[in-house]
C-alpha cells in the first residue's frame, strides 16, 4: 500500500508518466497498478505483529511486555509508538491492531492520538519515531 506515504505516491506518479511516455500510450488504469504493484512489492508487506515485533527488539522489551497491561512508561511507550507504526503503515483496521496488543480498539485509536501529538510538540519523538519508521521499512 502506498496510502499516506507522499514518496512512494510521487514515485507512483512519475513512473506511470515514465512508463507511458515509453510506449507512448496513455496512462490507463492497468498500467497504474503495474507502476504501483512495483514499487509495493519493493517493500515488505507489513502487519501490526511485524511492527510490534520489531519494535519489542528497537526497545529490548519482549513482546509480552508490549501484550501485557503494564502502564510503566518503558513499556507503554514503545506500544504506543507500535500502534502509531501499525496504523501509519498498514491497511489493519483498529480492532485488528488492538488485537496484536490485547488490547480494544479504542486504546490504538488513544495511543494514535497521544503520538501524534508528541510528535508535533516534540522534536526529540518526532525524531525518534521517524528513525523506527525509517529502519522498519528497509
Not at 505483529?49 to 510503566?72: G, H, N, P, W
Not at 498498514?90 to 480498539?105: M, S, Y
Request: hydrophobic share 40%.
Amino acid at each position: 500500500s502506498i496510502k499516506g506515504d507522499i514518496r512512494k505516491i510521487e514515485s507512483a506518479i512519475v513512473g506511470l508518466k515514465a512508463k507511458s511516455s515509453l510506449l507512448k500510450r496513455v496512462p490507463d488504469l492497468a498500467m497504474a497498478k503495474e507502476v504501483v504493484a512495483e514499487i509495493v512489492g519493493s517493500s515488505q508487506e507489513l502487519s501490526a505483529e511485524l511492527i510490534r515485533d520489531f519494535i519489542a527488539r528497537q526497545f529490548k522489551i519482549t513482546v509480552s511486555d508490549l501484550q501485557s497491561k503494564s502502564r510503566r512508561k518503558t513499556i507503554a511507550f514503545p506500544r504506543q509508538v507500535s500502534m502509531y507504526l501499525a496504523r501509519k503503515y498498514t491497511d489493519q483496521g483498529l480492532v485488528e491492531i488492538g488485537k496484536a496488543f490485547n488490547r480494544d480498539h479504542s486504546t490504538v485509536l488513544h495511543s494514535v492520538r497521544v503520538i501524534s501529538e508528541a510528535i508535533s510538540r516534540n522534536g526529540s519523538i518526532r525524531g525518534q519515531v521517524e528513525l523506527l519508521a525509517k529502519k522498519l521499512q528497509k
